[in-house]
């Protein structure tokens, strides 16, 4: 990589980090409210200088009457109502553990009553109550009229049943302002109260909102579920990438989380049918703490040398905690770990981080991205804890900050995939040019193994003529010298002599023809192979006493076979291994050849086997074998050494014969 590229990428990798914050920034800014939000004061909202039409929903923040540990209806604020404490205020939203009550402070359960009476904006004829992520138990009554309820509200853990729930509750006014009672308790969870705001606007805006998040959701989720189930497909398909098996797990429990809490307004309810209170409020739970250990085994897949193999146990034994508190513990206790579970995550970001900045010192292959995921991500998180906590006012941004982590995920991977696909790519030509240069060099090979085969036949060849024409002739002639001298001096010793020589010489040109035979007899011509192989028989069978039976079977009358010359070999070298190890009494050979494109060579004896004959040489496969398969090899012919159910050995060869197919198609 030269100096522009490394100057580009570090000045990229910022620039996309910053990208991101300034993305989270906007879509923050887009969400957030451009107009002072009216607060309620003493129990009172003053609505009658706002306008719907202009700024849009508004929330009934502020002051609201607190009645502590007791559930009142709009009965008992009537003027013949029962009698209750002093009016209290407490700030909405908000929780009212911490609150001080006659000199002490509230706990987080418990149940109360809220009150609040607000005034319309003029031609206030219809209007639109829009209540979020209130998980406890609550009822709602509008002058009087019971118009929102979740779940069922109860004194105690046994009588309450919780019911996280979004609502959009219509009113009717019936003068220019209101009285609002909310009924809430609290006995599952850490902290009790409203924790999001109550939002009130003329029918049809508040839906607008709903719908709007609801489909952002649903895009987020299908984008999950598409790239979970791909990168799953990708290690179905190649075991040897558990990042992609790690991300595509992480991408569906994201898909989990998202679709079934109050991210995305409880999407899943469209789909699926209605779960137990239980199931619907831990099983996002579960999701976001399951998503810990695949996140971890995700970079450390990626990056082993950079993160630590404690933190997985660690990220697993919070994972492992949460379930074995499940059937035990209470719903308060497990919202207690929940809340402990989910300030660890906040360290596990920071941890990501810092060791992701390591990797991008290092020049780690898609650091750069999974950084910006990594701080976006950290940055979402951060907002909601703040914002969850009223610290500050904005909204929830942990969904869309999960999106983009996983879309740098996701980018991270196929960087990595495209680096390993040029590289696979890059060993696939360098490879198909090595097997061009080794075919071209095995071609080669061929090609002066004929050659060396062919010079040899043709020094066989030549010396045969030198034996036959010379050698052969010039003991001949001695032998017939000797035989004049014999008949000369007959009746002497000299003669008696001579004729000794006479027989003598008389051997010795037999021998010598034979050897020439043996490298090349007269009749082994492309024409007649046949008459060499039966000479050959006849040679082995006076020189041995071994019967050698000949069988030939050709399609055409003379075969031209361009490989006579080789069958003959191995065929002699066959005949030979048989003499030598086989103790046969009777050698068979066969030569048949159909015009069918092949000629058939067949050598078989009745001997011991080549298993018997093993145990006398100590070698199962001799060097005459290999010398067959070798020639065999050259004329392309498959060779096959088998043992007889006689216990002999059967050496088969198959050579193809261009020129019988040729003749029979013509």
């Given amino acids: 990589m030269n100096n522009f590229e490394q100057n580009l990428r570090s000045r990229i990798r910022p620039a996309a980090a910053f990208l991101g914050v300034i993305t989270l920034l906007v879509l923050a800014g887009y969400m957030l409210p451009t107009h002072p939000i009216p607060q309620a004061k003493d129990g009172v909202l003053d609505l009658q200088t706002y306008d719907p039409t202009t700024e849009g929903p508004t929330s009934l923040d502020g002051q609201w009457e607190f009645y502590w540990d007791s559930l009142l209806s709009p009965d008992d604020f009537a003027p013949n109502g029962v009698t209750h404490d002093a009016t209290r205020y407490l700030a909405f939203p908000g929780t009212w553990k ?27 004829r219809r209007i639109e109550l829009r209540l979020f992520d209130i998980t406890m138990a609550y009822k709602l009554w509008a002058d009087g009229k019971l ?36 009924q809430v308790s609290n006995h599952h969870f850490r902290e009790g109260g409203v924790p999001e705001s109550i939002e009130i606007a003329p029918p049809g805006l508040l839906g607008i909102l709903v719908d709007r998040q609801k489909a952002i959701s649903l895009l987020f989720a299908g984008s999950l579920l598409i790239v979970g189930v791909y990168h799953l497909y990708l290690f179905h398909k190649n075991r040897k990438l558990p990042s992609a098996l790690y991300f595509g797990i992480y991408c569906l429990l994201t898909l989990g989380y998202c679709v079934s809490s109050n991210t995305s307004l409880w999407v899943a309810h469209h789909f699926l049918p209605p779960l137990p209170p239980t199931v619907a409020l831990y099983f996002p739970l579960f999701c976001f703490l399951a998503m810990g250990p695949f996140l971890y085994r995700f970079f450390k897949s990626l990056y082993p040398k950079e993160f630590h193999t404690v933190v997985r146990y660690i990220v697993d034994i919070r994972l492992a905690i949460f379930v074995i508190l499940l059937p035990f513990a209470s719903d308060y206790h497990i919202s207690k770990y929940v809340e402990i579970a989910m300030l660890v995550s906040a360290l596990y970001g920071v941890y990501y981080v810092q060791r992701l900045m390591v990797c991008v010192w290092r020049k780690r292959n898609g650091a750069g991205l999974l950084l910006t995921g990594s701080l976006v991500f950290l940055f979402a998180s951060l907002n909601d804890s703040l914002s969850h906590a009223k610290i500050i006012d904005s909204p929830y941004l942990l969904e869309p900050g999960m999106f983009f982590l996983v879309i740098t995920q996701s980018l991270t991977l196929v ?25 071209a060099e095995i071609e080669e090979r061929n090609r002066l193994e004929c050659e060396i085969v062919n010079i040899s036949e043709e020094e066989r060849r030549r010396f045969s003529s030198e034996l036959h024409d010379g050698l052969c002739q010039q003991l001949i002639g001695a032998r017939l010298h000797a035989a004049i001298l014999t008949e000369k001096l007959s009746g002497t010793k000299e003669g008696e002599a001579m ?54 079977d050709c399609h055409c009358a003379q075969c031209n076979n361009p490989n006579a010359t080789t069958l003959y070999r191995i065929a002699q ?45 100590s070698s199962k496969v001799g060097l005459g074998f290999s010398i067959m398969a070798h020639r065999a090899g050259i004329i392309n012919a498959d060779l096959h050494i088998s043992d007889d159910p006689d216990h002999g050995t059967v050496v088969t060869c198959i050579a193809p014969c261009t020129v019988g197919a040729t003749d029979n198609h013509k």
């Fill in 98 to 124: 911490g609150y001080h009550i006659d000199g002490g402070k509230l706990k987080g359960t418990g149940q109360a009553t809220f009150r609040l009476r607000v005034k319309l904006w003029p031609d206030a």
């Fill in 147 to 182: 118009v929102a309820h979740s779940g069922k509200v109860g004194s105690s853990a046994d009588t309450e049943v919780p019911q996280p729930s979004l609502v959009l509750a219509e009113i009717e006014p019936t003068g220019t302002e209101i009285e609002l009672v909310l």
């Fill in 415 to 439: 960087k990595r995939f495209t680096h390993a696909m040029e590289a696979e790519e890059k060993l696939s030509v360098e490879l198909e040019r090595k097997n061009a240069s080794l075919l």
């Fill in 499 to 552: 004729a000794n020589l006479t027989e003598m010489l008389e051997s010795s040109t037999n021998t010598a023809y034979r050897t020439s035979h043996g490298l090349w007899p007269l009749e082994h011509a492309s024409t007649t192979p046949g008459l060499s192989l039966e000479d050959l028989a006849c040679s082995i069978f006076r020189d041995t006493g071994i019967t050698v039976t000949f069988e030939k």
């Fill in 573 to 617: 070298e066959a005949l030979s291994n048989a003499v030598k190890h086989s103790r046969a009494d009777t050698i068979r050979i066969e030569f048949r050849c159909a015009g069918q494109g092949e000629i058939t060579l067949v050598v078989s004896d009745d001997g011991v086997g080549r298993d018997a004959a093993a145990q006398q040489t």
